[in-house]
Each structure stands twice: as C-alpha cells, then as structure tokens.
C-alpha cells in the first residue's frame, strides 16, 4: 500500500442491483494543479444508477460512481495558490477543464470540450473515479469551498441536484416576476421548489404522479400543488415549466399546455428512452426549450452562497459508509423511496 493507492466501490459489470464492491486501485500521480481530497460525504445521485446499469449506454468499468460529494484538501500540487490543505471543499460532476476555451473563458466551464467528469471519465489515459471511493484528485478550479453553515452531509447534494436546478434561475434570471412549475417532486424537483420559493416567484407550481407528496409540495414552498392527472387545469399557467421527472407514459403535449405563450420548458431529467415532443406546440406558442447541466465553478460558487443565506437544503437519508451501508443507499436510489436524496456519511471505506 502507498500515498497513491485509494479503495473504493466499484461495480465491476453492468448490476441492476446494489453489489457494489470494494475495489482497490493506483492512483495516478497528484498533478501540479490538483488537490486531493478526503471524502466526507458523497450524495448517491439518480445518474449514479443509470451508469452502474449502463442505461445510458456509455459506462465503462470498473466504475466507482460519486459526483457530489465534499471533504477535506489532504495534499495541494506545486502550482495551486488558491487552497491550503485542511480547506472543506465540494465537487461536482466536472473535475478538470482547459480554462483557456470560449467556454471556460465565458463562465461556461462545464461545457468545456476537453472537461473530464469527476467519475467514468478518462484523463491522461487513466479512468477517472468519483466520491464512493475514500480519496479523489481534482482539479483545483473544481474544488469550491463550502460556507461553514452548510453540512457536508446536506452540502453534497447541492454540487450536483442543486446547481443543475439552480442554474436556470440565475441565467434565465427568474425572479419575482415570473411564475415556475415543476414536474416530479424528487430529487431535482424538491430543490427548485426550494429555488423558486428563495427567489420570491409569484406563482410556484408543482405536479406529482399522485397526490402523496402534497403536504410536503407545499412546505417545501410551492404555493399550489396539482397531480399529472390535473394538468388540464391549468393551461398556460407558468412562464417557465422545470420537467425534474419524466417515463415512458409521461404525456409531453399535456405538459407544453401548461407553458405560456412565449414561456420556457426547463429540461432536467435525462429518461432513458427518447423524448417525444409535438412541434407545434413550440411553434405556434413560440415556446422555448432549455437544458441545465450542472454549473461551472463559478455557478457552484454563487449556489453555495445563496443557499447558505436562503437556507436551501436538500432532505437527505444518511448511509454509512462501510460497503454494506452504501449498497443499501444505492437501493434506495434503485427502488425509488429516497426521501429525497441519499448520502454516503464518514471518511474511509472498507
């Protein structure tokens, strides 16, 4: 065992049930612009189980998963300036990027062509592993620090599930003048509620599959609360609709209904099967259609604060983290009762 050897875990094959294992692996050597850090908690995010079943189609193994997770700077490379070790430090799902580009240039740093995500990414010819392992090597322009009123355990959630949601609000600048719905109240869709109640929109508008979440709709600050199955009461009701949960039966037109004239559908959920949409009802309503993919550091850094002044917070189920503990998180993921994220709790693994 050495500095560079970190344990993890990892699935070895496509699973579609949680036999995560523990794996152990070389590290590649602490690059001159990169921190290392010791991770405290890692959020299990729904993408996290779209690539150990390779849903997606595009995961490669071993895959240790975790993209939302924070800890504490335990080495600094030669060049970084900016952290010192012992800072308390966050990461999203982009850990490394050119910093020279259009993109990067313009605060558009997680669109970089040459990003490298935190997990099932390749740099320098080595994959890339995320937060389910005990250590992770970042880019030091992706490591954020964390406001002190923030937990870890509630941070993690927010550098991915938060700033994917927040991210429309401060680039679309919706505010107090603007009405927002949102569909699918789970993971992402308890956030920009969150959002939208913090940012004083005059209308916050959520849809659920049934009527079980409600009560909790409306105290997460959602002035009204409607299942999918009332959508026809309310045509053009919101100017910016955030669809956070979508399946096969999801019925896209009734949606776009919902949506004002000249208003924004607001894509967040990534389904696994393609998304059928009805052109006209962008064209002769002028609708808009926009996606959020997570934030760059800058984005993190403007979530985090808001957040931190707001109080908006994920509601999390905490797991251990023994090997054990973490298989149970990922199958509350996979059986859909997070309530409304799960997080990974404790430095080291076994």
């Known amino acids: 065992m050495t500095a560079d050897t970190f344990t993890g875990y990892a699935a070895l094959q496509p699973i579609d049930a949680p036999t ?14 990169e921190v290392e850090i010791q991770v405290q908690a890692c959020g299990i995010c729904g993408s996290d189980i779209h690539h150990l079943t390779n849903g997606w189609g595009r995961a490669t193994y071993p895959l240790i998963p975790g993209h939302e997770f924070i800890g504490h700077i335990i080495a600094v490379g ?20 050119c910093n ?42 992706w490591a954020i620090k964390v406001p002190e009123n923030i937990s870890s355990e509630e941070g993690a959630p927010l550098l991915c599930a938060g700033v994917t949601t927040y991210l429309p609000f401060k680039h679309q600048n919706i505010g107090e003048k603007h009405s927002v ?13 969150q959002w939208a109640r913090a940012k004083n929109c005059k209308k916050v508008l959520a849809f659920s599959s049934s009527d079980n979440k409600r009560e909790e709709a409306i105290q997460l600050g959602a002035s009204e609360f409607a299942t999918l199955g009332e959508v026809d009461k309310y045509q053009q009701s919101v100017d910016y609709l955030f669809v956070c949960g979508s399946g096969k039966s ?31 009802a962008f064209v002769y309503k002028h609708i808009s ?20 002044k707001t109080g908006v917070r994920p509601w999390i189920d905490r797991v251990g983290n023994s090997l054990e503990e973490v298989n149970r998180g990922v199958g509350i993921i996979m059986n859909g009762k997070a309530h409304y994220r799960v997080v990974i709790c404790g430095e080291g693994r076994q």
Not at 20 to 33: C, G, I, K, Q
Not at 181 to 193: C, M, S, T, Y
Not at 252 to 265: M, N
Request: negative net charge; glycine residues 10%.
């Open 289 to 308: 259609i926009i996606g959020s993919y997570v934030g760059s550091s800058e984005d993190l850094h403007d979530m985090l604060e808001f957040a931190s």
């Open 250 to 280: 999801t019925n896209w037109d009734a949606l776009l209904s919902v949506i004002k004239l000249r208003g924004t559908l607001v894509l967040l959920d990534i389904p696994e099967q393609p998304v059928p949409f009805s052109a006209p």
């Open 20 to 33: 995560l294992e523990s794996y152990t692996f070389e590290a590649r050597p602490l690059e001159e612009d």
């Open 181 to 193: 719905g949102v569909v699918g109240i789970g993971g992402l869709g308890h956030l920009a509620i």
């Open 78 to 97: 030669d060049k970084v300036t900016e952290h010192k070790v012992g800072e308390r430090v966050g990461v999203s799902p982009v850990s490394r990027s």
């Open 100 to 141: 020279e580009c259009e993109q990067c240039t313009t605060q558009h740093r997680q669109l970089c062509p040459s990003k490298v995500t935190t997990y099932n990414g390749k740099y320098k010819g080595q994959m890339t592993y995320g937060g389910y392992a005990d250590r992770v090597r970042v880019q030091s322009t």
